[in-house]
């Protein structure tokens, strides 16, 4: 009967803990080791996943490109040409300003770009003021603008030195410098392009 007792007592134990002490039958600890470029490629020869090699999974990975992207947008903004209008001609001297946030997230082996940035671009120009010509420079702000939202950018004007403008000529400067938003709009949805590839 004894036996029969322990042997249904075995039955309905359904958890077993064994206790091994470190002794010379007992396997050795795994050592680290860093993995090559080489072992990487014979694990996985033809990546099915975005992102990095240690995501296998795809679960979740942010990459900033705050460098890369600050860089472009100047590079793109630097390049525009200059405008003429019907009483003066202006361009873009320099990106004075270029701040926000580039990124690229890999969420469930999908991949999401966004951005978040503002601009400060110098201009220079010249446009007749009273038969005379008269040379003019300032800013263009371009206030937050953000991934998918080029449609609504926006571009504030500063004069540098506006004395001497009559608030009528101030007014048609502004509006002639206000042609620059369409190649600046260009210029940035060519960026998103590249940033949506990277």
């Known amino acids: 009967m004894e036996g029969g007792a322990l042997e249904k007592q075995q039955q309905s134990s359904s958890y077993t803990y064994w206790v091994r002490e470190?002794?010379?039958d007992a396997a050795p600890l795994p050592v680290?080791?860093?993995?090559?470029?080489?072992d990487i490629s014979k694990q996985q020869p033809n990546p099915t996943t975005l992102g990095s090699v240690w995501n296998q999974a795809g679960t979740w990975e942010e990459r900033n490109l705050n460098?890369?992207?600050s860089n472009r947008i100047k590079e793109l903004l630097s390049s525009l040409e200059s405008l003429e209008f019907s009483s003066g001609k202006a361009h873009i001297d320099e990106v004075s300003k270029c701040s926000g946030d580039a990124f690229l997230i890999t969420v469930?082996?999908?991949?999401?770009?966004g951005y978040t940035y503002e601009?400060?671009?110098?201009?220079?120009?010249?446009?007749?003021?009273?038969e005379e010509k008269k040379?003019?420079?300032?800013?263009?702000?371009?206030?937050?603008?953000?991934?998918?939202?080029l449609e609504d950018l926006q571009v504030e004007i500063r004069f540098s030195d506006d004395k001497g403008l009559a608030v009528d000529d101030k007014m048609r400067i502004s509006k002639d410098l206000r042609s620059f938003l369409s190649p600046i709009r260009?210029?940035?949805q060519k960026f998103e392009e590249e940033l949506k590839d990277r």
């Open 22 to 24: 470190a002794g010379e």
């Open 186 to 188: 260009d210029r940035l």
């Open 119 to 130: 601009l400060t671009l110098k201009f220079k120009g010249e446009w007749l003021i009273q």
């Open 67 to 69: 460098s890369w992207a």
């Open 108 to 113: 469930r082996n999908k991949k999401r770009v």
């Open 135 to 149: 040379k003019i420079k300032g800013h263009l702000d371009v206030p937050e603008f953000s991934f998918g939202e």
């Open 32 to 38: 680290p080791r860093k993995l090559s470029a080489d």
